[in-house]
């Protein structure tokens, strides 16, 4: 079992910055791979960005590429998403998700692939 905890939404400018935190407890965390997806109302679940187990390999969605950078700290259980240059189109709840692999890295798997997810953090980009 593995427990995820995300955190760093909230309200900011077009244009401006924020860093998703997902923190997991519960199991062997460098293990997994991990997912961010985001979900807006009225939406479906859309992959954002993954990571590999050891951090090699990531993928971004194209919509985010060249603003969103994804890590991790396999010391720390964290999997972080920097996101720069924010957009009103970037609003939505952001869930990361774990899944044990063997799991597509590049292109990204879809959600039901995934095994584990956190509660989900909003974020919202607003003038």
């Known amino acids: 079992q593995l427990q995820l905890v995300e955190s760093g939404g909230g309200l900011v400018h077009p244009g401006g910055s924020l860093r998703l935190s997902c923190v997991a407890s519960?199991?062997?965390?460098?293990?997994?791979?991990i997912g961010w997806f985001r979900q807006a109302p009225g939406k479906g679940r859309e992959g954002v960005s993954c990571i590999s187990s050891s951090g090699e390999s990531t993928h971004y969605a194209n919509s985010v590429k060249n603003r969103f950078t994804i890590s991790r700290n396999n010391a720390e259980n964290t999997v972080y998403l920097q996101m720069n240059s924010l957009e009103p189109e970037d609003t939505a709840v952001y869930y990361c998700?774990?899944?044990?692999?063997?799991?597509?890295?590049?292109?990204?798997?879809?959600?039901?692939?995934?095994?584990?997810w956190g509660q989900g953090t909003q974020v919202t980009v607003s003038s």
């Open positions: 998700a774990a899944a044990w692999p063997p799991i597509t890295i590049s292109p990204m798997a879809g959600p039901d692939e995934y095994d584990y």
């Open positions: 519960g199991s062997t965390f460098g293990n997994y791979a």
